[in-house]
Structure formats: C-alpha cells, structure tokens
C-alpha cells in the first residue's frame, strides 16, 4: 500500500522529495511504538528455547 501512496507523489516531470520522506517517516512510527511497547515480550520469547 505505501508504495501506491509514495507513487502519487511524483508528478510527470518533478518529484515531491520532501512528502516522500514523510510519508514513509509516518508510516515507520507505529511499526517502532509496538516494538518499543513489545520489546521486552519480544525478548524474553526469543531467549525462552536457548537456556537449559
């Protein structure tokens, strides 16, 4: 889908550089609040299979 929207940006001979990069800088921010929110869960259930 972020591929559609970044496309709109571009028109026939100029290219919006600036709505680009805020566009994919918006679509980054809820993908790293759930990994600040999980990371611990995250964590700890990467390492479960390791210990003996």
């Known amino acids: 889908m972020l591929p559609l929207n970044v496309w709109s940006f571009q028109g026939?001979?100029?290219i919006?550089?600036?709505a680009i990069l805020a566009a994919v800088v918006l679509s980054i921010l809820p993908?790293?609040?759930l990994y600040a929110i999980g990371r611990r869960q995250l964590i700890?259930?990467?390492t479960?299979?390791?210990g003996k």
């Open 12 to 14: 026939e001979f100029t």
């Open 48 to 50: 479960a299979g390791f």
């Open 16 to 18: 919006n550089v600036l």
């Open 44 to 46: 700890s259930g990467l």
């Open 31 to 33: 993908i790293l609040a």
